[in-house]
């Protein structure tokens, strides 16, 4: 969880660096793929009745090829700002939330390894982008 009390943002702003596991902002393994601890680092400026949030987030990131099958990873790096809305009642900032909100609506529905994959063969189960058909 990434909570930030509105009252221990300064006037000259907060920043925020930590690395956390996904499952510290709510994110379970049927959501996300991610294998790495995820690194965020913010800049919260209140401003008004408002906190902006400037946010980048990093992490090593894994897909499976919706082709053949093969897992795959990359590192990515994603900019977010927030802006929350304060009002009297508003104790807490929940950064955590939002970026786990940004993360699966940023998850891919399909990925290829490769937009030419040449996937699995239905008949023999070959992956052929590395083996030939055994099929007769
Ligand atoms: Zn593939
Ligand atoms: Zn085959």
């Not at 690194?39 to 987030?57: C, E, F, M, Q, Y």
């Not at 900032?93 to 993360?103: F, N, P, S, W, Y």
Request: negative net charge; aromatic residues 4%.
């Amino acid at each position: 969880m990434i909570k930030i009390a509105v009252r221990d943002i300064p006037s000259n702003g907060l920043d925020i660096d930590q690395s956390i596991p996904k499952e510290g902002i709510g994110l379970s393994d049927e959501e996300v793929d991610i294998r790495s601890l995820l690194s965020v680092k913010a800049r919260l400026d209140k401003i008004d009745n408002t906190v902006i949030a400037s946010t980048r987030i990093k992490g090593r990131f894994g897909y499976m090829c919706a082709r053949c099958l093969e897992e795959l990873s990359s590192e990515e790096e994603r900019s977010y700002i927030f802006d929350f809305e304060l009002g009297p009642t508003v104790e807490y900032v929940d950064l955590g939330e939002e970026i786990r909100q940004e993360i699966i609506m940023a998850n891919p529905a399909r990925v290829l390894c490769s937009k030419d994959c040449k996937g699995i063969c239905p008949g023999c189960g070959a992956n052929l982008n590395v083996e030939k058909c055994k099929c007769k």
